[in-house]
């Protein structure tokens, strides 16, 4: 039973980060409608910026996460000033597929020139909260977890902020419900997109840094975590935040007790069974709004 | 027209006497790999360019077909000859039940659903150790005995022309199928649904139907390309179901040009030696150099003529021939 309770609150934990992952996904998918296969990628990226800057510098991860997140935003905003907008300007309409192909090209190309530059080693770091446990009514939760939940909390509330109080968040979501209507409304939509990327790079950055004191960085890393994300944005809702962070929670908890009572492999392919399922049945997700 | 046809005869004898000229068998092997990957982009364009629909499952058909074929051949000794036929039948009855649940979706979605199918695959194949009593070994992957001498019924041959014309017979087998549907009635449909799905349901066009229909057509030829790979490479494992093959795949032909019919044929001559080259050049030591250049070529191609390389050739050879006659 404390097994159970134990593998069910990891499962959340782990889940939350998945969710904040994914919420940096929805962000660009839901916006700009834009499948963004290299996000695996620029996590990666993010990672490793972590990695080294810790290793080589000895700075906490928790600090240069501002780094990482202020980083990928640069990368994000240029990602798709240089590549995807052009090809949006020219079909003149959303054209997923062709994007589809750009982005997983750009996939390729990053995490080999990774692959040559660090080598296939996965590489762990050691913090002083690494491996360190709080015993909790029995329970043992472990600090890393933890911390990278709470402050990816934080940050997913402080993100629905921005989107809701903002000038730019209103123009974001704007476009998101209606690139033509916004348009007419005088907001310059390819700067809404370019923004939107740099925000979800932001994100992306962040969830990269807290992954970092418990997990392994790897250059293919983030393709475990970009093919869940997808599942997790259309299980949660296009477009839905709060919808895309309980998915998260849920998948977590799917990965988390399933490895320990079933088969993980197994689990693997029983979440991609449940995104088909999603996508057959419910195409807006748990929490998505109905539209047409 | 009478032009393409000669063309097209002159290219086929040579390719007919391309092994007598060229005996060397590392190239004759890089050859075959050639066409076989043209192959396997042809398969995927039956699918992916008459139907439009950009499908990133379609390395679950070739696991399918070396998987079936092997298995049949190892434990039953089925000649995989046979065992083509038997996997490309499995594989179009899988298709409808990849097809039906998928084909309600658009776009990026229908890509990231057909990926998951993949991945799907690849998974029970890496974890599946044993059924029944069929060793299917997981990760480790089933190593195909070489039985020697040159023998059909084995489908294993000591001289590497008889695969050579095996899978040239093969691409113009494909070849005339894709022209044959790209001019029929159903062709046109498939071509409307490409175009504007809404509007060719509208005029009673039952797309679903011709859809399933297609990709079964699509996935029967990539199987019988996964029995040709099992039994020319004599080794199979479970990264046959890659979601990342698959983006090879369609790489090819939609470098090419998608729906083109010498598109595939054009990509893999392009991309297959690139692979080839790195591999037996680089190697190990620098492993990922390969997919630096594929995904180079990608994002080059999506960016700058995200049609391929055939239809602007092909506007070209028009107008050289408009001007001469």
């Known amino acids: 039973m404390i097994g159970f309770i134990e593998a069910t609150i990891s499962g959340i934990l782990m889940g939350g980060l998945y969710g904040f992952i994914a919420v940096s996904l929805s962000l660009i998918f839901g916006v700009a409608k834009i499948v963004n296969f290299a996000h695996g990628a620029l996590f990666m990226v993010a990672m490793f910026l972590v990695y080294w800057i810790l290793v080589l510098l000895k700075v906490d991860p928790y600090l240069s996460s501002l780094i990482a997140a202020g980083f990928l935003f640069f990368f994000g905003y240029f990602f798709q000033r240089l590549f995807i907008e052009p090809i949006?300007?020219?079909?003149?309409?959303?054209?997923?597929?062709?994007?589809?192909?750009?982005?997983?090209?750009?996939?390729?190309?990053?995490?080999?020139v990774a692959l040559l530059l660090f080598g296939a080693d996965y590489r762990t770091v050691k913090t002083g909260y690494t491996g360190?446990?709080?015993?909790?009514?029995?329970?043992?939760?472990?600090?890393?977890?933890?911390?990278?939940?709470?402050?990816?909390?934080?940050?997913?509330?402080?993100?629905g902020l921005y989107l809701r109080k903002t000038n730019l968040g209103r123009a974001i979501r704007a476009t998101s419900q209606d690139r033509e209507a916004a348009r007419l409304m005088g907001i310059d939509d390819y700067r809404v997109y370019k923004i939107t990327f740099g925000v979800g790079g932001i994100m992306l950055g962040f969830a990269a840094a807290f992954l970092v004191p418990f997990y392994f960085v790897h250059p293919a890393v983030g393709e475990l975590f970009v093919l869940k994300s997808f599942v997790i944005v259309?299980?949660?809702?296009?477009?839905?935040?709060?919808?895309?962070?309980?998915?998260?929670?849920?998948?977590?908890?799917?990965?988390?007790?399933?490895?320990?009572?079933?088969?993980?492999?197994?689990?693997?392919?029983?979440i991609f069974i449940i995104f088909i399922g999603c996508l057959v049945v419910k195409p807006t997700g748990l929490l998505g709004k109905q539209r047409e | 027209m009478s032009w393409n046809r000669t063309l097209f005869a002159l290219a086929v004898l040579a390719a007919v006497l391309f092994p007598l000229v060229v005996r060397d068998p590392y190239f004759l092997h890089a050859t075959i790999t050639v066409l076989l990957f043209a192959f396997l982009g042809s398969s995927w364009n039956i699918i992916g360019g008459l139907a439009g629909q950009h499908s990133f499952g379609h390395s679950a058909f070739l696991g399918i077909g070396a998987y079936v074929s092997t298995i049949l051949f190892i434990y039953w000794n089925v000649p995989p000859f046979l065992g083509m036929i038997i996997g490309g039948i499995i594989a179009a009855i899988a298709s409808i039940g990849i097809g039906y649940p998928c084909f309600k979706l658009r776009g990026p979605y229908f890509a990231l659903s057909t990926l998951a199918f993949t991945e799907i695959f690849r998974i029970i194949a890496t974890t599946t150790e044993q059924v029944g009593p069929v060793d299917i070994k997981g990760a480790a992957g089933i190593l195909i005995s070489f039985r020697p001498?040159?023998?059909?019924?084995?489908?294993?041959?000591?001289?590497?022309?008889?695969?050579?014309?095996?899978?040239?017979?093969?691409?113009?087998?494909?070849?005339?199928?894709?022209?044959?549907?790209?001019?029929?009635?159903?062709?046109?449909?498939?071509?409307?649904?490409?175009?504007?799905?809404?509007?060719?349901?509208?005029?009673?066009?039952?797309?679903?139907?011709?859809?399933?229909?297609?990709?079964?057509?699509?996935?029967?030829?990539?199987?019988?390309?996964g029995t040709f790979y099992a039994q020319f490479f004599l080794y199979i494992e479970p990264t046959l179901f890659s979601?990342?093959?698959?983006?090879?795949?369609?790489?090819?032909?939609?470098?090419?040009?998608?729906?083109?019919?010498?598109?595939?044929?054009?990509?893999?001559?392009?991309?297959?030696?690139?692979?080839?080259?790195?591999?037996?050049?680089?190697?190990?030591?620098?492993?990922?150099?390969?997919?630096?250049?594929?995904?180079?070529?990608?994002?080059?191609?999506m960016m700058f003529a995200p049609q391929g390389i055939i239809p602007p050739l092909a506007k070209r050879y028009r107008m050289l021939f408009e001007r001469r006659a």
Not at chain 1, 145 to 153: A, E, N, T, Y
């Open chain 1, 234 to 270: 259309v299980l949660g809702g296009l477009g839905s935040i709060t919808g895309a962070f309980l998915a998260g929670i849920i998948v977590g908890i799917i990965e988390s007790l399933g490895a320990q009572f079933i088969n993980s492999a197994l689990v693997e392919s029983l």
């Open chain 2, 149 to 225: 001498g040159n023998s059909f019924v084995n489908f294993q041959f000591a001289e590497k022309a008889y695969y050579y014309y095996i899978i040239l017979a093969m691409l113009i087998l494909i070849l005339f199928i894709h022209n044959w549907i790209e001019k029929s009635r159903w062709g046109l449909y498939l071509a409307a649904i490409r175009d504007n799905e809404d509007a060719a349901r509208s005029i009673g066009i039952n797309a679903r139907r011709f859809k399933i229909l297609a990709l079964m057509i699509s996935a029967f030829f990539g199987a019988m390309a």
């Open chain 1, 132 to 159: 360190k446990v709080w015993e909790i009514a029995g329970l043992f939760i472990a600090q890393p977890r933890m911390i990278g939940f709470v402050l990816s909390f934080i940050l997913i509330l402080l993100l």
């Open chain 2, 243 to 301: 979601s990342a093959l698959s983006i090879e795949i369609l790489l090819i032909a939609i470098v090419g040009g998608a729906g083109t019919l010498m598109g595939p044929f054009l990509g893999s001559l392009i991309l297959t030696p690139i692979s080839e080259l790195t591999r037996t050049y680089l190697g190990g030591t620098y492993a990922g150099v390969q997919l630096i250049i594929y995904g180079g070529v990608l994002v080059a191609i």
């Open chain 1, 88 to 112: 949006l300007r020219r079909e003149k309409e959303t054209a997923p597929l062709t994007v589809i192909l750009l982005t997983s090209g750009l996939m390729m190309i990053i995490e080999n």
